[in-house]
């Protein structure tokens, strides 16, 4: 098969491939595939993993990781995360306070819960640096996702002109600087325009007025 015929085969099947997992997502109705009763499976399955960081042999959405950076070769890392939906656990003050100033529900996280799963698995992998992550489902208490981790010291990383790049120290931590996909869009900086003058470079940077 030629290179330009073996391209289109790839796209068609990551068309399909997305189309797919979009359904499942949105549980469309089919004649062919019950979609809602393959999502509730995938979520007893990775309900019923132990653990809430875990290393996975592959994406299970591989169009969506790709788009985001991975390589099926050696120092690419894949790990499951999931993470508890709903506001933080805040302890109810022992001090007198009336019913109103309480202040212990609904109060939210300062960052995403996709922010808390990168941070978890770069975590638990140390030596490892979080590319970026992406959402696989969802069910009344977790939220799941895959994040793509590498090691910027494997050989093959560094002779990869794509991806080397993340061996500089200006990437070291990333994850906790908030400079993934989905730390940038957290931090606001996917706004432009009017409203966003406070944003840039950072919140810090700018006494936390944008918040």
Same mark, same amino acid.
Request: net charge positive.
């Given at each position: 098969?030629?290179?330009?015929? @073996?391209?289109?085969?790839?796209?068609?099947?990551?068309? =399909?491939?997305?189309?797919?997992?979009?359904?499942? !997502?949105?549980?469309?109705?089919?004649?062919?595939?019950?979609?809602?009763?393959?999502?509730?499976?995938?979520?007893?399955?990775?309900?019923?993993?132990?653990? %809430?960081?875990?290393?996975?042999?592959?994406?299970?959405?591989?169009?969506?990781?790709?788009?985001?950076? !991975?390589?099926?070769?050696? #120092?690419?890392?894949?790990?499951?995360?999931?993470?508890?939906?709903?506001?933080?656990?805040?302890?109810?003050?022992?001090? #007198?306070?009336?019913?109103?100033?309480?202040?212990?529900?609904?109060?939210?996280?300062?960052? %995403?819960?996709?922010?808390?799963?990168?941070?978890?698995? #770069?975590?638990?992998?140390?030596?490892?640096?979080?590319?970026?992550?992406?959402?696989? #489902?969802?069910?009344?208490?977790?939220?799941?996702?895959?994040?793509?981790?590498?090691?910027? =010291?494997?050989?093959?990383?560094? %002779?990869?002109?794509?991806?080397? @790049?993340?061996?500089?120290?200006?990437?070291?931590? &990333?994850?906790?600087?908030?400079?993934?996909?989905?730390?940038?869009?957290?931090?606001?900086?996917?706004?432009?325009?009017?409203?966003?003058?406070?944003? &840039?470079?950072?919140?810090?940077?700018?006494? &936390?007025?944008?918040?």
């Amino acid at each position: 098969m030629g290179k330009i015929k @073996w391209c289109k085969f790839m796209t068609t099947a990551n068309n =399909y491939i997305k189309e797919t997992i979009e359904n499942e !997502y949105n549980k469309s109705k089919d004649e062919n595939y019950n979609y809602k009763q393959l999502y509730s499976n995938k979520l007893i399955d990775y309900r019923a993993q132990k653990g %809430s960081v875990i290393r996975i042999p592959k994406p299970t959405n591989i169009p969506r990781a790709r788009e985001l950076g !991975y390589k099926a070769k050696q #120092g690419f890392v894949i790990v499951f995360v999931k993470v508890r939906k709903g506001s933080g656990l805040i302890k109810k003050p022992n001090m #007198g306070r009336r019913p109103k100033r309480v202040g212990v529900n609904k109060i939210t996280r300062r960052i %995403s819960i996709q922010r808390i799963a990168e941070q978890r698995a #770069g975590k638990q992998f140390p030596n490892l640096e979080v590319l970026n992550s992406y959402y696989v #489902g969802e069910d009344g208490q977790k939220k799941y996702y895959e994040v793509i981790l590498v090691d910027p =010291y494997n050989p093959s990383i560094l %002779s990869d002109k794509d991806i080397n @790049w993340i061996f500089s120290s200006a990437h070291k931590k &990333r994850v906790e600087r908030g400079l993934t996909s989905a730390g940038k869009k957290n931090r606001g900086l996917n706004n432009k325009g009017r409203g966003a003058e406070k944003i &840039r470079p950072s919140l810090r940077a700018n006494s &936390r007025k944008a918040r």
